[in-house]
């Protein structure tokens, strides 16, 4: 095994990992039978991350993305699929589902009726990949912003920063190996955003124990 592909089995198990952060939360939903504190929309745009990353994996042949962006997926629409089932509001999520099947069927019809050829159509998918990536990754900053104005830090996952500051650096490395900036660019973002986070969850450490505490 060389080592590219081991750097490529290394991402893969922390991706995964990254994505199964939302495990907790059905668990939580399903003992309580209450959707309370959990949102809907993060599951959903990282599910339609996942599906066009796997579509432009597939298309460049690249089993890594395709492995990550599969299991993803069928993670985050478990995560869907439950949160549908147990709240008690299900039109909104609903329909937010269908809005989101109809931009994924739009793009597809873009990309193979208007797109001349197959590189072009990678290109593309590539660009739209990659600021899907960097919107999900810059998410965080009303969080942050939240913390820095709270002075509390009990809202930031340190598990889930630091495997998602792995995983970022992984794809950025992996995206150097196979010469795709498309996979590389936007992967800083999550290095940068969870850098933030940590440097938040170091300063105001004292003050979220005294909040837990209170």
């Known amino acids: 095994m060389d080592w590219v592909q081991l750097l490529s089995n290394v991402t893969i198990c922390c991706t995964i990992g990254m994505f199964m952060a939302g495990i907790p939360d059905c668990f939580g939903i399903i003992r309580t039978g209450s959707t309370e504190n959990v949102i809907f929309l993060p599951f959903l745009m990282t599910n339609m991350n996942n599906i066009m990353w796997f579509f432009y994996g597939y298309l460049k042949q690249d089993s890594t993305l395709m492995i990550v962006n599969s299991v993803g997926s069928f993670l985050q629409s478990s995560y869907m699929i439950v949160f549908i089932f147990y709240t008690k509001s299900k039109l909104l999520p609903f329909q937010r589902t269908v809005a989101a099947f109809i931009a994924m069927v739009t793009l597809y019809m873009y990309l193979t009726s208007y797109t001349s050829t197959s590189e072009a159509v990678l290109n593309q998918l590539g660009l739209i990949c990659s600021s899907v990536t960097v919107l999900m990754y810059f998410s965080p900053l009303a969080e942050i912003a939240t913390v820095i104005r709270t002075q509390s830090a009990k809202g930031i996952s340190l598990p ?35 850098l933030l986070r940590i440097i938040l969850l170091w300063k105001y450490k004292d003050n979220s124990v005294t909040a837990s505490s209170s």
Not at 163 to 172: C, D, F, H, P
Not at 180 to 186: A, E, F, G, H, N
């Open 160 to 194: 889930l920063t630091i495997t998602t500051l792995i995983a970022s650096s992984l794809w950025v490395l992996y995206g150097k190996c196979v010469n795709d900036l498309y996979i590389q660019v936007p992967n800083i973002p999550g290095i940068v955003s969870s």
